[in-house]
């Protein structure tokens, strides 16, 4: 069975200063979708960045990009210029192809921002 | 545009009682989904509708039933409520299976 994992519970950053988020995750599988959720206090889950694994080139949307190492199985997060309203929990999760849509999340990785 | 709605927002529970959690999505969606997050972990698939007229179990479907009402709407039904079952459930939905999951804001239910 595929499992997430998020290594650190907690992380701080400095407004303006960058961060990066750990996921690694365990798959025998060649092609999959890996995702970041944010869930700020409002409890609502924002779709991030998506990343498909055959895709060689990292995501990127704006100031949160990707580091993909397929080999590794690591999907990293990296925020940068953090803003206040970058605090929040992020998840990491897996989706496979076959697996009628489910999405595998890891424990989530609470961000906060100091002004 | 809504995106994907619940109701209520918060409910306590008894042990044993039963509700029902309404969600829908006003996206022209096909699947729609129910998961659970508890304290220190990340969702969980409850159940899953991947289109209308169908449903299938997720990874925690024990104590839950759902109906897929119509192509919107997606319910949640806990027959015999359990203290297991504080939780926070949300409820999401994609054009497809494969396509991004939108979710809606959650209820908070707390069952004593």
């Known amino acids: 069975a595929q499992t997430v994992t998020q290594s650190q519970p907690e992380m701080s950053v400095q407004e303006a200063e960058t961060v990066t988020l750990s996921c690694t995750y365990d798959t025998s599988e060649s092609d999959y979708y890996l995702f970041w959720y944010k869930q700020p206090p409002s409890r609502q889950m924002i779709l991030v960045i998506r990343q498909e694994a055959y895709k060689q080139q990292n995501a990127t949307e704006n100031r949160f990009s990707v580091n993909f190492q397929k080999a590794a199985k690591s999907f990293s997060l990296k925020i940068s210029d953090s803003q206040l309203g970058d605090a929040a929990m992020y998840f990491c999760?897996?989706?496979?192809?076959?697996?009628?849509?489910?999405?595998?999340f890891g424990k989530g990785t609470k961000l906060s921002v100091k002004p | 545009n809504a995106g994907v709605t619940q109701t209520p927002k918060f409910q306590v529970l008894k042990t044993g009682q039963s509700m029902t959690l309404q969600c829908a999505q006003d996206?022209?969606?096909?699947?729609m989904y129910w998961y659970r997050q508890d304290p220190g972990m990340g969702l969980r698939l409850i159940y899953y509708?991947?289109?209308?007229?169908?449903?299938d179990k997720g990874e925690v479907p024990n104590g839950y039933n759902v109906s897929r009402l119509n192509k919107r709407e997606f319910s949640l039904r806990l027959e015999s409520a359990a203290p297991s079952q504080t939780s926070v459930y949300f409820c999401?939905?994609?054009?497809?299976?494969?396509?991004?999951?939108?979710f809606g804001p959650g209820t908070r239910l707390t069952v004593t």
């Open positions: 509708s991947a289109s209308e007229g169908t449903t």
């Open positions: 996206m022209n969606h096909n699947s």
């Open positions: 999401a939905s994609s054009r497809g299976l494969f396509y991004e999951q939108y």
């Open positions: 999760a897996y989706r496979s192809p076959g697996s009628q849509g489910n999405l595998i």
